[in-house]
């Protein structure tokens, strides 16, 4: 199987370029199955159900999410009806929503995606590394591809988790920091791993936002308005090749495109 990870899409800029390039990258790569990030493609802030559907009209068969994603309130009703939608699996129990969804990919096979967010820096939750244990003993063993989407802050915590879980699932990839890391590899165990996939953007930009806005915040500490940033959009992603017996990562490797 052959997967496309797609790292956070930062507002209506982010969508375009998804939009320009995901129909030709799915194709050009044979993709057989399409994930996303898209806790800030609602104006760098949550997401919409309109945008939902925008995105999975353009072909993401899941998206996951992190801890923007209960920034615009009229999802929360959406998450009932379209479980392809994820958000952090461990948030407390009574947030709309789940954590994993089984995809049916394009060559037939079934693949779990798993949504965690980290701890450190970030709202608190119950520990994703306890839930990652929880929610793959519930699988179906006969489901052998197995993505994870950790959205966590520091670099310590993702590799922890990589190391964590490497053998036990196919991929973690790293979310949150919209900054894309060099460490893409496989691990020891057969896990596909990378610190942070980055951002689907404006890189001309402080993460995503004007930079002028967020220089201004760290000279005086005064409140702005977040504006998303324009230029310099690119779409980052990764491309991962996973053994459909095994569930063990064959290749995994960085795909960038660049839109102006």
């Known amino acids: 199987m052959r997967i496309l990870f797609i790292g956070d899409i930062f507002a209506s800029h982010g969508r375009r370029i998804v939009a320009d390039h995901v129909a030709d990258i799915v194709s050009t790569n044979a993709i057989d199955l399409t994930i996303a990030n898209v806790e800030n493609a609602a104006g760098g802030f949550g997401i919409t159900p309109s945008i939902a559907e925008e995105l999975l009209e353009l072909g993401i068969d899941v998206m996951t999410t992190g801890n923007h994603v209960w920034d615009k309130k ?4 959406y998450f009932e009806r379209h479980p ?9 129990e009574g947030c709309p929503g789940t954590g994993v969804f089984i995809a049916h990919s394009r060559n037939g096979l079934p693949a779990a995606v798993i949504n965690l967010q980290g701890r450190t820096y970030m709202p608190s939750t119950d520990c994703p590394f306890r839930k990652a244990d929880a929610l793959l003993q519930s699988l179906d ?15 310590s915590e993702k590799t922890a988790m990589g190391r964590y879980l490497d053998g036990r699932v196919s991929a973690v990839i790293g979310t949150h920091t919209h900054i894309p890391t060099a460490d893409t590899r496989i691990l020891a165990g057969g896990t596909a791993y990378q610190s942070d996939c980055g951002m689907t953007g404006a890189y001309d930009s402080v993460i995503g936002v004007e930079s002028d806005v967020i220089i201004r915040r760290f000279l005086t500490s005064l409140p702005a308005r977040m504006e998303p940033a324009s230029g310099g959009v690119e779409l980052h992603s990764v491309i991962i090749d996973v053994d459909d017996q095994s569930g063990k990562a064959v290749s995994i490797r960085r795909h960038t495109v660049s839109g102006g």
């Open 84 to 92: 392809q939608l994820l958000r952090p699996a461990n948030y407390p």
């Open 74 to 77: 009229e999802i929360y009703d």
């Open 141 to 155: 063993p006969a489901i052998r591809v197995r993505f994870v989407d950790f959205h966590a802050e520091v670099t």
